[in-house]
């Protein structure tokens, strides 16, 4: 089979396992069941289907190799070493972590809503911090690899497939309301940017792992310290 022709199967596949994962669900009885259904859901609408397609193109490579495809799109990014780059988007993820963590301590509010895997006590942070690493390492490969990839084998254009990936991140996450859709729609241009520049799929899965942990553990774990220090203030 054609490679073009495999890789438009491959998309329309893709893309209906994520419109799947967005399908209004039965809600699960517990919390710890409402994380376990996210985690299976986000494994089975990202995860399988970017090894399944990567496999039948012959691609795995591309998980640990940036993919020729991508090449066009380079040149729009700034030259810099693929060291410096690793080195500069973890610090100034840190940077942006212990910022995150200040605002939480003096009662701050993150960005938009962030929804019902938000933990609402001590005992669901370990719950949130599967979440976030669940997270980076479905969506990453599934919206940074495999729809720019799908796209580019069937259009020729790196860009458009980038586009179409960035637009379905930033609409997956409605449930944000639009200040939360803006800045995760910008987060994943960054962790685009980043990818190009490094080359690296293991750094924007590990970058998305730090952020989600921000909010799924950090911030409601600082959050809860520092409202039961008022109560008892008060």
């Known amino acids: 089979m054609p490679a073009p022709l495999l890789a438009s199967l491959l998309l329309t596949g893709a893309l209906a396992a994520a419109c799947w994962f967005l399908w209004p669900r039965v809600a699960a009885d517990t919390r710890a069941g409402r ?54 988007a973890l610090a100034g993820t840190l940077i942006g972590l212990a910022a995150a963590a200040w605002r939480a301590r003096r009662g701050g509010r993150p960005i938009g809503r962030p929804g019902a895997m938000m933990p609402r006590a001590r005992h669901e942070l370990p719950w949130g911090a599967a979440v976030a690493t669940v997270a980076g390492a479905t969506e990453e490969p599934f919206f940074r690899l495999l729809l720019p990839l799908l796209v580019a084998i069937v259009t020729g254009s790196a860009a458009a497939g980038f586009g179409l990936a960035l637009i379905l991140f930033g609409a997956m996450h409605r449930y944000q309301g639009w200040r939360g859709m803006i800045v995760t729609t910008s987060f994943g241009g960054v962790m685009t940017a980043v990818y190009l520049v490094s080359g690296a799929l293991w750094l924007v899965i590990a970058l998305h792992i730090l952020i989600d942990l921000n909010g799924l553990v950090v911030w409601p774990a600082l959050s809860s310290s520092a409202a039961s220090r008022s109560g008892r203030s008060a």
Do not use: N, S
């Open 35 to 88: 994380y376990r259904a996210w985690m299976r859901r986000a494994g089975m609408a990202f995860a399988l289907p970017t090894l399944v397609a990567l496999a039948l193109l012959g691609r795995l490579d591309a998980l640990w190799r940036l993919p020729v495809e991508f090449a066009a799109a380079r040149p729009w990014l700034p030259e810099m070493a693929a060291g410096d780059v690793i080195v500069g």
